[in-house]
């Protein structure tokens, strides 16, 4: 194996375990919340033309068998753009699943043209420059291994039911729900406060034998805000504001959304992996 080979299959492997890494990392979060970087491919698959989607697919799709020194150099910009790709989507020092799903696809592009352009040069009589094309088939290849070798989903956060989580569902209408989601914030326990008031003034009254409408002004102030607090609070604060039980609820169906693309990834890549 010459030393330009294992160099560069070193740097595939080395890409492969950096993606592999991330990607783990950012599948895991803590009990009450999940990584939500899902985004679309537009930093990866951003239109470069006005027919191509990028430059690997530009080059894919004007691939033609010529003599053997043009094929030869289309085979390596082919390789070229694949991985200026790679480097694309690793250059926030991040992953998504997504942008593993897109360069899933290139791959399944590249490889068989790749293939084309190996076959040619055997037929053009230059098995040496068939052989370096087997040799990017093959980087490509062992950067789709590393990836799948790496992608670890036997850890995904698991959205499993939670009764507590419904029992501070219902009472986040008087902003106790954010006692159990958000118990460190300290404008939780303010929320819980004001929602409780008119309850406690209630029972205050009760207790002191005052009459509601013989109630000082301050305090029926206090009273007035208690009633619209939990309006304003479930209606709009909770609905669009992380922290409470409908943030909650939003976190649970990106980490379903995750768990299932994961799994279906895992699947591609198994499936695929196992032709290569």
Same mark, same amino acid.
């Given at each position: 194996m010459g030393l330009g080979k294992t160099f560069t299959n070193s740097i595939v492997r080395e890409v492969g375990r950096n993606y592999g890494k991330a990607i783990s990392n950012s599948l895991l979060g803590d009990k009450h919340s999940t990584p939500h970087r899902i985004i679309d491919n537009s930093a990866i698959d951003r239109k470069r033309g006005r027919i191509y989607q990028n430059d690997l697919d530009k080059v894919i799709q004007k691939f033609e068998v010529k003599g053997h020194q043009a094929t030869f150099n289309q085979a390596l910009n082919i390789h070229s753009e694949f991985f200026q790709l790679v480097d694309e989507a690793n250059a926030d020092g991040s992953i998504d699943l997504d942008e593993m799903v897109f360069l899933l696809k290139s791959s399944r592009l590249a490889i068989p043209t790749l293939e084309r352009a190996k076959s040619a040069l055997i037929d053009h009589d230059k098995p040496d420059l068939a052989n370096k094309v087997g040799e990017k088939v093959k980087d490509v290849s062992d950067f789709i291994k590393a990836l799948n070798e790496s992608l670890n989903i036997?850890?995904?956060?698991? !959205? #499993?039911?939670? *009764?507590?989580?419904?029992?501070f569902g219902v009472l986040s209408f008087w902003g106790i729900d954010r006692l159990y989601f958000s118990s460190k914030e300290a404008k939780s326990y303010l929320f819980a406060a004001l929602g409780l008031s008119p309850i406690l003034?209630?029972?205050?009254?009760?207790?002191?034998?005052?009459? !509601? #409408?013989?109630? *000082?002004?301050?305090?029926?102030?206090?009273?007035?805000?208690?009633?619209?607090?939990?309006?304003?609070?479930f209606f709009w604060y909770n609905r669009n504001n992380d922290g409470g039980y409908w943030g909650y609820r939003r976190n649970k169906k990106r980490q379903q959304k995750i768990y299932k693309l994961a799994v279906d990834l895992k699947s591609m890549l198994e499936e695929y992996t196992s032709t290569l």
């Open positions: 036997s850890q995904l956060p698991v !959205t #499993e039911f939670k *009764p507590m989580a419904v029992i003034i209630v029972l205050y009254s009760i207790a002191s034998g005052i009459d !509601t #409408e013989a109630l *000082p002004n301050s305090l029926l102030f206090i009273f007035a805000i208690g009633i619209m607090f939990p309006l304003w609070y």
